[in-house]
């Protein structure tokens, strides 16, 4: 069968998914091209339609901006007249470590029954090698269109860095792959319309997904590392954090500190593609390694703030755990490894209370379960404040505790 190029004269942009990736890429595109945005978020669309983002992952001028140029909707049918469809939906893992594609397959089926010809789908959610021509296609095929005659595909992975300011969609340099090699110069053109860095062109999808999960990867082994070795400095009575600062001193060495990890990339990524690697027969002995590592730190981190309690000789001791979100200064919630802890510590019949001013509370039951504080009214009655993360707004609140009464984190890992 002869591939052929979709015509993109005129590009009308879908963008599906309005969350920490999607949005920003809808406030981004907005710049240059007419652009729907998508989310099956009835509550998610009326705040974004009022110029709202309660993930905080654009701020209300930026998406008012971006509003004049495109509207936000949770009707599918309003994506009709669109020719590029950008899907942006989280691909998590479920309970057992199982990569969980149901959002992905959802959208996929909904795409197939607006799909026009000649239009090219574009996928930037995490997904194992291989996915976007072995599990979307197939879905997408359900629209009657044929593959790379009728529609097209491409792979074009996020590098959102949720919080981080010096990292921006429009300053981060981009992977791009197509389908056929004029759908990649196409959607190549698309990407360096509204970016200001290096545009990757992959050889095929495949080759983009596998840099995705090896990006990831590669972080997950290097903090679990980090993890190991602060194991074993504690066992020598020094500190990792100086060991760190010496070895850094090198030019190749690699300065990543221990931590707990969590969020939607590094701490999930690897399932996806150890579950591909087994569905091939292939082990990859030295990622689960790192990923058992890494998801054993929290209980570590437990037993230590219960020895803490132990070695305080308090019967009965109240103790606040500052901090839910999975990373500083941010109020993303997503596998944040400070529930594990919260867990652990209620599990052995400890008072222990959470706060966090950025998260939102009734999301973090939903999720989780877990009643956090609301307000904090009185932060010195607690017999022991263990500072989870780091926030600037956390930091200037201890300020006003006693300093035997707090712990950080980062001396627990």
């Given at each position: 069968m002869n591939q052929v190029a979709p015509n993109m004269e005129n590009k009308s942009i879908?963008?599906?998914?309005?969350?920490?990736?999607?949005?920003?890429?809808?406030?981004?595109?907005?710049?240059?091209?007419?652009?729907?945005?998508?989310?099956?978020?009835?509550?998610?669309?009326?705040?974004?339609?009022?110029?709202i983002d309660s993930k905080k992952s654009v701020d209300r001028k930026q998406l008012c901006r971006a509003l004049s140029n495109g509207i936000v909707t949770a009707d599918i049918k309003k994506l009709s007249s669109s020719n590029v469809f950008i899907v942006t939906v989280p691909t998590p893992i479920?309970?057992?470590?199982?990569?969980?594609?149901?959002?992905?397959?959802?959208?996929?089926l909904s795409i197939s029954t607006i799909i026009k010809k000649n239009a090219i789908v574009i996928f930037e959610s995490t997904v194992f090698p291989g996915a976007t021509e072995e599990l979307c296609v197939p879905l997408l095929a359900?629209?009657?269109?044929?593959?790379?005659?009728?529609?097209?595909?491409?792979?074009?992975?996020?590098?959102?860095?949720?919080g981080d300011t010096e990292h921006?969609?429009?300053?981060?340099?981009?992977?791009?792959?197509?389908?056929?090699?004029?759908?990649?110069q196409i959607i190549a053109s698309i990407y360096r319309e509204i970016l200001s860095k290096d545009i990757i062109v992959s050889s095929c999808i495949k080759v983009a997904e596998a840099a995705k999960m090896y990006e990831n990867v590669q972080r997950d082994l290097l903090i679990a590392l980090a993890n190991e070795y602060s194991e074993y400095c504690k066992m020598e009575n020094i500190s990792i954090d100086e060991v760190t600062k010496c070895a850094s001193s090198k030019w190749n060495f690699s300065n990543v500190s221990p931590g707990l990890v969590g969020g939607h990339c590094i701490g999930v990524d690897p399932y996806y593609l150890l579950e591909r690697a087994s569905s091939k027969g292939i082990k990859l002995p030295l990622i689960q390694k790192a990923r058992n590592i890494n998801e054993n730190k929290s209980i570590n981190v437990a037993n230590r703030i219960y020895n803490l309690i132990y070695d305080s000789k308090l019967?009965?001791?109240?103790?606040?755990?500052?901090?839910?979100?999975?990373?500083?200064?941010?109020?993303?919630?997503?596998?944040?490894k400070v529930s594990v802890v919260l867990n652990e510590l209620r599990n052995k019949g400890f008072y222990v209370d959470c706060y966090d001013p950025l998260v939102n509370i009734d999301e973090v039951?939903?999720?989780?379960?877990?009643?956090?504080?609301?307000?904090?009214?009185?932060?010195?009655?607690?017999?022991?404040?263990?500072?989870?993360?780091?926030h600037d707004s956390i930091l200037q609140l201890i300020q006003t505790c006693k300093e035997s009464h707090f712990v950080y984190l980062r001396n627990l890992l």
């Open positions: 879908a963008v599906i998914g309005l969350g920490y990736v999607g949005l920003p890429l809808f406030c981004q595109l907005s710049t240059s091209f007419s652009v729907v945005g998508y989310d099956v978020d009835n509550n998610r669309i009326n705040e974004l339609s009022r110029c479920s309970k057992n470590n199982k990569p969980d594609t149901s959002a992905l397959e959802n959208v996929c359900k629209s009657g269109l044929r593959f790379n005659v009728d529609f097209f595909v491409g792979y074009s992975p996020e590098r959102i860095n949720v921006q969609i429009k300053n981060v340099s981009k992977i791009v792959s197509g389908s056929t090699p004029e759908t990649t019967s009965s001791p109240k103790i606040l755990l500052l901090g839910f979100a999975y990373k500083p200064n941010s109020c993303d919630i997503r596998n944040t039951y939903k999720e989780y379960g877990l009643g956090l504080l609301s307000t904090l009214s009185d932060i010195n009655s607690f017999d022991l404040i263990i500072v989870m993360v780091e």
